[in-house]
């Protein structure tokens, strides 16, 4: 069975950062791809970044230049770095894995920015 663990998420202040994790129970090569989104209370789910199997990475352009995603192949795990954080950046980060035809999701973990 698939499962896909966050961890990471709290607290930072405006400029801060913040180092998110999303371990999953299977080779992450088993997917298409794997995406971490982030939503707000009554907002819609938003990509924030995506990784291909073998492939680049797209970032949202509000986050471009301040979050990196990134990999650990023999731990199973993705990151998510996330710099220069911003208030506007306070949301349920939720990691994603594709392998046509199923999707996985993580539980999420809560970011919040603020002073």
């Known amino acids: 069975q698939v499962r896909l663990v966050e961890s990471g998420g709290g607290w930072a202040q405006p400029g801060g950062s913040l180092r998110l994790s999303c371990t999953t129970s299977?080779?992450?090569?088993?997917?298409?791809?794997m995406a971490w989104y982030r939503q707000t209370p009554g907002g819609q789910r938003e990509l924030v970044a995506q990784?291909?199997?073998?492939?680049?990475?797209v970032y949202a352009d509000s986050v471009k230049g301040r979050f990196t995603m990134f990999r650990d192949n023999p731990k199973n795990t993705m990151y998510l770095e996330m710099n220069s954080l911003q208030p506007e950046d306070t949301a349920v980060y939720s990691c994603?894995?594709?392998?046509?035809?199923?999707?996985?999701w993580g539980r999420g973990t809560q970011v919040t920015v603020s002073s």
């Open positions: 994603n894995a594709h392998s046509p035809p199923d999707n996985y």
């Open positions: 299977v080779s992450m090569f088993t997917f298409e791809t």
């Open positions: 990784a291909a199997r073998y492939g680049s990475r």
